[in-house]
């Protein structure tokens, strides 16, 4: 049972390995709302992909549960951790970015001459997310500490890989997230705040009461809702802004 930790990191890890197969195969294609308008959507790869992303933030969690359930800790551990994490939210949602650019360009009349120095800017979530893990390795939080120090990199893989979502289920949505000015400010965005220094509040609090559980319950309340009456898809990504703006908004002295 030891190494039930360590092996829940290597499926986070092997998620986040397939999830890069299924987007490195995607080829965004041209759909049409009527016969004047038309826009690029992802393709089911990306989608699979995704998902995966998904699949790996849940083998994330559950070695986290294993590891304090059974107290087995080690460095080894810690550092396996990281580099599972840095493929699986960092190279992952990176390549997912990087297919969404590709499909902005296809969209522009020199379609065909595009350069891939414009899609690389995709690759600074995976160089920022190394650098807010590395940081977080030697500056990790106290046991009983409420927040993280900077957006965590699974918080960006998740967000990354529900735009690819909305793309797929609510293109009408997703449309705005195939305009390159939008892609390259999220993309600005997600790097600033990886190694910002923003108490970002954690989702499993020190101390279950509500005064320090009450945001965590409002962002539960607000995918709800909006899963149920609006889009499971749109869901994500809205609770996700939510939970930057709560973090930014309410300081750590202020909930103890």
Same mark, same amino acid.
């Given at each position: 049972?030891?190494?039930l930790?360590?092996?829940?990191?290597?499926a986070?890890?092997?998620?986040?390995?397939?999830?890069?197969?299924?987007?490195?195969? @995607?080829?965004?294609y041209?759909?049409s709302?009527?016969?004047a308008? =038309?826009?690029?959507?992802?393709t089911?790869?990306?989608?699979? #992909? @995704?998902?995966?992303? #998904?699949?790996?933030?849940?083998?994330d969690?559950?070695? #986290?549960?294993?590891?304090?359930?059974?107290?087995v800790?080690?460095?080894i551990?810690?550092?396996?951790?990281?580099?599972?994490d840095?493929?699986?939210?960092?190279?992952?949602? +990176?390549?997912?970015?990087?297919?969404?650019?590709w499909?902005a360009?296809?969209?522009?009349?020199?379609?065909?001459?595009?350069?891939?120095?414009?899609?690389?800017?995709?690759?600074?979530?995976?160089?920022?997310?190394?650098?807010?893990l590395?940081?977080?390795?030697?500056?990790a939080? +106290?046991? #009983?500490? =409420?927040?993280?120090?900077g957006?965590?990199?699974?918080?960006?893989g998740?967000?990354?890989?529900?735009? @690819?979502?909305?793309?797929?289920?609510?293109?009408?949505?997703g449309?705005?997230?195939?305009?390159?000015?939008?892609l =390259?400010?999220?993309?600005?965005?997600?790097?600033?705040?990886?190694?910002?220094?923003i108490p970002?509040?954690k989702?499993?609090?020190? @101390?279950?009461n509500?005064?320090?559980?009450?945001?965590?319950?409002?962002?539960?309340?607000?995918?709800?809702?909006?899963?149920i009456?609006? +889009?499971?898809?749109?869901a994500l990504?809205?609770?996700?802004?939510? =939970?930057?703006?709560?973090?930014?908004i309410?300081?750590?002295?202020?909930?103890?």
């Amino acid at each position: 049972m030891k190494h039930l930790p360590n092996i829940l990191t290597l499926a986070n890890l092997f998620s986040g390995c397939l999830a890069i197969a299924f987007i490195l195969n @995607a080829q965004p294609y041209l759909a049409s709302i009527n016969d004047a308008d =038309y826009w690029v959507i992802c393709t089911e790869q990306m989608v699979v #992909g @995704a998902y995966l992303i #998904g699949i790996a933030a849940i083998f994330d969690m559950l070695d #986290g549960f294993a590891a304090r359930a059974l107290q087995v800790f080690s460095p080894i551990g810690k550092d396996l951790d990281s580099l599972a994490d840095l493929v699986s939210f960092g190279v992952a949602p +990176s390549m997912l970015l990087m297919k969404m650019l590709w499909a902005a360009k296809m969209q522009q009349s020199n379609a065909m001459d595009v350069s891939m120095w414009s899609m690389a800017p995709a690759f600074l979530v995976a160089c920022f997310g190394a650098l807010r893990l590395a940081r977080f390795n030697i500056t990790a939080p +106290s046991k #009983g500490s =409420y927040t993280f120090q900077g957006m965590p990199i699974p918080a960006t893989g998740i967000f990354v890989a529900s735009i @690819a979502l909305l793309n797929w289920y609510a293109p009408v949505v997703g449309v705005y997230l195939q305009k390159l000015w939008i892609l =390259y400010v999220i993309i600005a965005l997600l790097c600033w705040l990886m190694i910002s220094k923003i108490p970002f509040f954690k989702f499993l609090p020190a @101390a279950f009461n509500f005064k320090n559980i009450w945001r965590q319950l409002l962002l539960i309340v607000v995918f709800i809702t909006t899963a149920i009456f609006i +889009s499971l898809y749109v869901a994500l990504p809205l609770t996700f802004v939510i =939970y930057i703006l709560l973090s930014i908004i309410i300081k750590p002295s202020e909930e103890q």
